[in-house]
Structures are given as C-alpha cells and as structure tokens.
C-alpha cells in the first residue's frame, strides 16, 4: 500500500515537473520572436519600393532628356539652315538693290539722251524746213532752174543737179537716222524700264521671303530658347533623382546592417534561450529526482508548496568575444577584388579610385556598405580601412594589387570587429 502510494507521488511531481518544464519552454519561445524583425523589414520593402519608383522616374527623364536633346540638335541645324537662306537672301537683296540703282542711273542716261535726241530732232526739224522752203521759194522764183541752168559747162550742170539730190538725200537719211536713234532710244528706254519694273518686282518677292523666314527664325530661335530652359530643368531633375536615389541606396545599406544586427542579436538571445531551456530542463530533471527519492512527508510538503520558478538564467559568452577597444559585428562574408575591368566594370576607368575619393591600398582598402567611410575592421588580426561601396553589410570585398591574388583569395568567412 506504501509503495503504491509512494509511486503515485512519484507520478504526480514528475507530471507536475514536465508541466512545469512545458510552461517554461512556452514562454521562452514566446519571448524568443523578435518584435523589431517585421519593423526593419517593412522598412527595407518601403525603402525599395521607393528606389525602383525613383529610379523609373530617373528612366523617364533620362529618356526626356535625350529627347530633347535630339529637339535641340534639330532646331540649331535648322536655325542654321533658315541663316544661311536669310544670309543669302540679304546678298541678293544687296545685289540686287546694286543693279536697281545701276538701272536708275541708266534710265537717267537714257532719258537725257532721248532728251538730246529729240532737241537735235527739232533742230533738224526747222534746218529742213528752211531748206524745203528755200527750194520751194527758189522753184517758184525760178531761182533753182536758172541756178541750174546758168551753169558753165554740163559738168557743172551735173555737180549742181548732184548737190541739190545730195542736199535731198541728206535730209531723208538724216531723218531715216534720226527716227532709227529715237526708237532704239524709245525701245531702250522701254527695256529698261521694264527691267526696272522686274528688278522691284523680284525685291518685293525677296523681301517678303526674308520677312517669312525672319518670322520662322524667331519662332524656332524662341523654340530653342523653350527647349534649352526644359533641358536646364531635366538636367536638375536627373541631378535630384541621382541624389535620392544616393541616399536611398544608403538607407538600405544602413537597414541592411540594422537588419544584420538584429539577426545577429537575436541569434544570440536565442542561444541564451536555449542554454537558459536546457538549464531549466536540467533543473526540472533534478528535483524529479530528487522527489523519486524523498520521503512521502516531504513530497507531500512539496506538493503543498508553491513551485519554484527556475532562475533567470544569464547568457553565456559569445564566441571570439572582442576586447574593449572592438565591438563585435558578426560573422561575415569575405571576397576580393582588384581595380581591373573584370572586378570594377566602368568604374576601372578610375585608375583604382575608391568611392570616398582615396586611392585603393592593398592591406588597407575594403568595400562594405552600411558603414561610413573610414571604418576600421579588424579581420582575421589585420585593421583595413572602409573605403569603398559595392557590397552590403555583411560582406567585406578585400582589395588587391592584381587580379591573381584577388581570384586566390576566393570567398571566405571570418568574424569581423569595429575598432572602436
């Protein structure tokens, strides 16, 4: 009857010790899900929503910008070609008013020539009609006759006859020339006005090309003038875009580190959880046992007692724990690089220049993102300086002088501390 007593106490404290234990594990675990995880992570998906909108905006501008770019390159070769035309349009012009003032003055000379034709005209006018007269007077006198026929011989008959039919034909062929000199005059004087006329026509049409085209050239100058103010204001959004899109790259650089951390704390409080779990399990099995074999007057008092909850355990030392002058950062991801094109892409063109502007230096110089510039990290014994980007928090990108060295080095780990 003891016995079977004392086994069902037995029972009892071990059942209520695996509770108890039950109870311990569920609260660990409770306290065990970090509350920042979800936090940082929204952080980080908010972030990068906002990079990938930025940097499309960049697209459209960018894209914006070559546009108008091209708008640009048009409008100057077409500007160029409409001051070529009004160029040429303004020598014509000049050359043209040259030749109307030429064919001015020449109208001028015409005219006082045809002026002086026709006072010549007139003075032969009344030279033949005095001769006609004397003729005719000296016919009806008989004047002619007898000067005629008084003369000497017939030879001198003959010589008056041929002055009187000399005299005669004179007067026609002066006046057949006469009229001859006057039309060609009249008809000169009518070509040329008509060239005139001709020469003012074509200035007025010339005029009127250059007003059209003045008017174009000024439209497309203004154009131009529009394109140039919305290519000055692509510019300076491109230039506040890149910028954002600069600090939001190092606001994920920075909650990726965050993010880092807080797995990396997390990770050791779960380690502390676990060691505080087999602690408490440890001391669950211990009072078991130490109920298996007490009296039934003791394990009645202990089950008329209150429980005792385990002790808070404390957490033990991280591995590779730091001195006092480095914290600690984590077990990192380590590579290598060189300057050359296959490590760097277009940024080798640099000649080994870094992101914060200082020269790569074997031994010194690593790329990590998250941290600023000047970092020191202590790897494996050896201090290197952060001194460029490319890679994010948790992976260091050791720089070498060559690219043989870079490729032996290979991808390591290695626990990484922040000299402080």
Request: hydrophobic share 35%; aromatic share 8%; glycine share 4%.
């Amino acid at each position: 009857m003891f016995f079977n007593k004392h086994n069902d106490e037995r029972l009892l404290m071990q059942k209520k010790t695996k509770n108890i234990f039950a109870l311990a594990v569920a609260g660990v675990l409770a306290f065990s899900v970090p509350c920042y995880a979800n936090t940082t992570d929204d952080e980080i998906a908010s972030v990068t929503i906002m990079n990938e909108n930025t940097q499309q905006d960049l697209m459209d501008v960018q894209e914006r910008l070559a546009a108008l770019e091209q708008q640009k390159g048009n409008t100057e070769s077409y500007l160029s070609e409409l001051s070529a035309q009004l160029s040429d349009l303004s020598l014509g012009l000049d050359s043209l008013q040259k030749s109307y003032e030429g064919k001015l003055q020449e109208i001028e000379v015409i005219q006082q020539e045809l002026a002086v034709s026709r006072e010549n005209e007139q003075a032969q006018y009344e030279n033949m009609k005095l001769r006609i007269q004397y003729i005719y007077e000296e016919s009806v006198n008989n004047n002619a006759l007898e000067s005629l026929f008084s003369a000497d011989s017939f030879t001198d008959f003959l010589n008056r006859a041929e002055q009187i039919s000399e005299l005669n034909k004179y007067d026609r062929e002066m006046l057949v020339s006469y009229n001859n000199i006057v039309k060609e005059i009249e008809d000169k004087e009518k070509r040329v006005l008509e060239e005139k006329a001709e020469m003012e026509q074509i200035q007025q049409q010339m005029q009127e090309q250059q007003n059209a085209i003045s008017v174009i050239y000024e439209d497309s100058y203004r154009e131009l003038e529009a394109c140039l103010i919305e290519i000055q204001n692509s510019e300076n959004a491109q230039s506040e875009l890149v910028e954002q899109i600069r600090q939001q790259e190092e606001m994920l650089d920075q909650l990726a580190a965050r993010k880092f951390a807080e797995e990396e704390e997390a990770r050791r409080q779960q380690e502390a959880e676990e060691a505080a779990m087999r602690e408490a399990a440890e001391q669950a099995n211990q009072a078991a046992q130490e109920t298996i074999v007490s009296t039934p007057s003791q394990t009645q008092e202990q089950e008329t007692a209150s429980p005792q909850a385990p002790s808070e355990p404390s957490a033990p030392a991280a591995d590779n724990t730091p001195v006092t002058n480095m914290t600690y950062l984590g077990n990192f991801t380590l590579t290598a690089y060189c300057s050359c094109e296959k490590c760097c892409g277009k940024w080798a063109q640099y000649a080994g220049l870094t992101a914060s502007g200082a020269y790569c230096q074997e031994g010194v110089t690593v790329a990590m993102g998250g941290v600023p510039f000047g970092t020191k990290l202590s790897i494996n014994g050896h201090i290197y300086t952060v001194q460029d980007r490319g890679t994010p928090y948790g992976h260091v990108d050791i720089y070498f002088a060559s690219h043989s060295a870079a490729l032996a080095f290979g991808l390591q780990h290695a626990d990484v501390y922040q000299v402080n």
